[in-house]
């Protein structure tokens, strides 16, 4: 058995009974054994006689120009039921030369309650009446670069049967979905949406879609595809936004698809139990991904909604290059969901008009980041230079050391002829060892000197393939065109950038090595000082593979395994796995560093000879960037070492004040912590118990409008251990209102009780309320408790004085 998909199929899917983006394929397959007479006896025997299925409902096609096969059937069925059907439909091959032939298909005949209804419905129609269950391949022929067929000498036999389509023959329902593999799914959709299947033509196609592209992305994301923009991803990507677009039609505007995941994993796991295995991978990414595409969504549907029905009102069927490249640029909807979403509609989009504006978009912006104001317009500077002079030589795999001529000087927006000490200017070579930014490594720094100049190189990029510019510093002399000069790149500038730069496709071969192959660089940078390296990712990376990592770097670096480089095709190149990045441009010719059998990466940017120049790797951070990718910063070196004695010294520094060697420092700081915690529970405890005299002999209590009033000032007790005092004082019988004030650094606090039986006479909250007034401050509360206080403390003593009367004022009943 196989699994397979067929994403061709996927605009099919949920409008045919028969159309899965992820189905189940049974097969035989024979390589040089048995041929065509044997293939067809056994699926006859298979079809009609273990899957009983009623003969003269079956339909078989063959290959117009397979006589043999037709002959073949013409034992088992009536002529009148085997098709002869071209090349589109019966004839194998798998690419331009290659092995090839004929296909014979078995079909099953619904009956014309599935016809279309057509005049011309027969078998290959494309509505569901005629259900081909089978096909059988039979490879026969070898397709040379002329287009001749020659014969295999070995024929062999390929089929394939469709699980869900023969479960529903099986089954005797008429569409994949009612067999007993979607079933369950269905129920569940319904169940989520508050949707019944069977009763609207559209909610029942949104709803096929979800059971189908459900079970797809489930498969894929086990199968370690991540969404993304390129390939496989992309397809993952597509399959999953057509699912939750089903889903918003249905009315569900949260992620939902995460959850209907398990109902994938619960039906299929006894087959592949590593669905469960990857069970809670899955749901992350699916729902990661729902989040992200409901958002999206819901930020650009309505000025999508806007721009169709401006298109229908001018009568249009392409969108404007300048419409999708606002939608993209100010909007940031991306074009590709934007296209899924327009070709349901019905509508192009002008992809070739939105590339140039892109094209333009991305000048614009490098030279606006280099220089300032945007269009400052020293792109056609450059290209002026680069016409007259072609491309810069680089000198710098090889030396650092070169001498050249200056071909173009350009200070701010113009091209000049020289420039004098203390000017900043941009400055050409016909050829130089300085790296211009690029692939994520920063531009060289150093010197440059002539006989009378010195000046100092600030950074070297490349505003145009190919051409390098040096920004730089004129500190002595002047610098004039047609000079020649001496460069020189500071050589451990270079030396640390390179051990970064090593260091870089170590981390990306053994995070693959450690998470998987989805992890792909997404970006990276490498400097003097530190690297960072983003990947696609869906989790955070633990203790444990961060430091798995680490170490395997390290040991590679204890290697000291040579790092080569090498000039090939790029064909060649990445037939050997060089790791490409597909956002990336490459040449005919490109340039592989390989690091042993460990790495091998097509990169132009500069490397150690061999690991052990990298010294040390010491990873400093890992983090999130965006959904899905994760970023690790990290170190070599002398930047490594100097970051572990500085960890190195903060420990010796803790170790010291806690007396204690740095070994035995942690757990003497554990255990002052416990104890620290323990000492603040009996400070607390100790705090809001009612003190010694406790209101027990009454010389507290005093009687006051006919009820026992208890009146305290306790120490500096926060509200919450005044709480505790007041719980405390309760406990004792005797006192009617019970009053506590305390005061903490410069603030005051009351509380105040009354017991139920006096509620009619006392309200707390008043007498609250007006205390804290005495104090500067507010309060209130319920009849029977409440809370306040004030800001100045030296009035508390007054106040509590004064509460006597403020008692006896403010009562219901008048004792007097
Ligand atoms: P159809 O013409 O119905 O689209 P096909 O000719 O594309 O089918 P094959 O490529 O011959 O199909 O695949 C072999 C078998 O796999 C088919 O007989 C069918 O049972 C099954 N199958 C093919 N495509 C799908 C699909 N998209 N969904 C479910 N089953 C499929
Ligand atoms: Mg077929």
């Not at 010197?447 to 190189?457: D, Q, Y």
Request: aromatic fraction near 8%; charge should be neutral.
């Amino acid at each position: 058995m196989r699994a397979g998909g067929k994403h061709n199929d996927l605009e099919n899917v949920g409008k045919t009974a028969r159309h899965h983006t992820f189905f189940e394929m049974l097969g035989n397959f024979s390589f040089g054994d048995y041929f065509k007479k044997e293939a067809i006896d056994f699926a006859w025997e298979f079809v009609t006689e273990i899957v009983a299925l009623p003969p003269d409902q079956l339909w078989i096609t063959v290959f117009r120009d397979d006589p043999e096969s037709a002959l073949l059937w013409e034992k088992k069925i009536p002529k009148e039921r085997i098709v002869k059907m071209g090349e589109k439909d019966n004839f194998w091959q798998m690419g331009e030369t290659g092995p090839c032939g004929p296909c014979s298909e078995i079909h099953f005949d619904q009956g014309p309650r599935m016809s279309c209804g057509k005049p011309d419905c027969r078998v290959g129609c494309d509505c569901d009446r005629y259900l081909e269950i089978w096909n059988l391949v039979f490879m026969q022929f070898n397709r040379n670069s002329k287009g001749e067929l020659l014969p295999l000498p070995k024929p062999s036999i390929d089929t394939g049967m469709g699980l869900e389509r023969i479960s529903a023959v099986c089954q005797g329902v008429w569409s994949n979905y009612d067999s007993d593999l979607f079933a369950p799914l269905i129920r569940r959709i319904e169940n989520i949406a508050h949707v019944s299947y069977g009763k609207n033509p559209s909610i029942d196609m949104s709803i096929r879609v979800i059971a189908d592209h459900i079970r797809s992305m489930t498969f894929l994301i086990s199968d370690g595809i991540l969404p993304s923009n390129e390939g496989r991803g992309y397809v993952l990507r597509r399959i999953m936004r057509r699912a939750a677009r089903h889903g918003k039609f249905l009315g569900l505007s949260e992620p939902f698809l995460f959850e209907l995941s398990g109902a994938v994993i619960e039906k299929a796991k006894q087959v592949y139990p590593e669905l469960e295995f990857n069970q809670s991978r899955i749901r992350q990414i699916i729902q990661g991904e729902e989040e992200r595409f409901i958002h999206t969504l819901d930020l650009g549907m309505k000025l999508i909604e806007e721009l169709f029905l401006r298109m229908k009102e001018e009568n249009k069927k392409e969108i404007p290059a300048d419409a999708l490249f606002k939608l993209y640029d100010t909007y940031g909807f991306p074009l590709d969901l934007l296209e899924d979403i327009a070709r349901d509609e019905g509508y192009e989009l002008d992809k070739k008009g939105f590339e140039l504006e892109m094209g333009n978009q991305k000048a614009r912006a490098r030279a606006a980041s280099r220089f300032g104001g945007p269009d400052s317009g020293v792109v056609p500077l450059y290209k002026e230079i680069l016409n007259e002079h072609g491309k810069t030589k680089f000198l710098g795999y090889d030396t650092l050391r070169a001498k050249s001529l200056l071909i173009g000087l350009v200070k701010g927006t113009e091209r000049v002829k020289k420039g004098s000490a203390g000017e900043e200017v941009f400055a050409l070579f016909k050829e130089t060892p300085f790296y211009g930014e690029g692939g994520g490594q920063a531009g060289d720094r150093g010197i440059l000197s002539g006989e009378e100049t010195r000046a100092e190189v600030l950074d070297t990029f490349k505003p145009l393939p190919d051409l390098f510019v040096h920004r730089i510093k004129i500190l002595q002399g002047e610098l004039i065109e047609n000079q020649s000069c001496l460069l020189e790149v500071d050589e451990k500038l270079r030396m640390d950038t390179a051990r970064n730069h090593t260091a870089t496709h170590l981390l990306h071969a053994a995070l693959r090595e450690r998470l998987g192959d989805h992890v792909r660089q997404a970006g990276s940078f490498v400097g003097p000082a530190r690297l960072r390296f983003d990947f696609n990712h869906f989790l955070p990376m633990t203790r444990k593979e961060l430091d798995h990592v680490e170490r395997v770097i390290n040991e590679r670096v204890l290697k000291n395994a040579s790092v080569s480089r090498r000039v090939m095709g790029i064909d060649e190149a990445l037939k050997q796995g060089a790791l490409a990045f597909f956002g990336d441009k490459y040449g005919d010719e490109v340039r592989v560093i390989q690091i042993e059998a460990f790495s091998q990466e097509l990169c132009g940017g500069t490397h150690c000879h061999s690991t052990g120049e990298i010294g040390l790797f010491k990873i400093i951070s890992e983090s999130s960037v965006a959904a899905g990718v994760r970023r690790i910063e990290a170190l070599t070196g002398e930047g490594a070492y100097d970051f572990i004695k500085s960890e190195e010294s903060q420990l010796i520094q803790m170790a010291e004040s806690l007396k204690a060697k740095t070994a035995d420092a942690p757990q003497k700081l554990d255990k002052l912590l416990s104890s620290l915690k323990e000492k603040e529970k009996e400070i607390s405890a100790l705090k809001s118990k009612p003190v010694a005299s406790k209101p027990d002999g009454g010389t507290e209590i005093k009687k006051i409008a006919g009820a026992s009033v208890l009146i305290r000032q306790m120490g500096s007790l926060e509200p919450k251990e005044l709480r505790l005092a007041l719980d405390g004082y309760k406990k004792e019988p005797g006192a009617d209102l019970i009053l506590l004030g305390s005061s903490v650094e410069d603030k005051v606090f009351f509380i105040v009780s009354v017991s139920p039986s006096k509620i009619k006479q006392f309200h707390a909250g008043e007498l609250v309320r007006e205390l804290s007034i005495l104090v500067d401050g507010t309060g209130g509360g319920k009849p029977e408790m409440a809370q306040g206080g004030g800001k100045s403390p030296e009035k508390l003593a007054d106040a509590l004085l004064q509460a006597e009367q403020l008692i006896q004022k403010l009562s219901k009943i008048d004792f007097k």
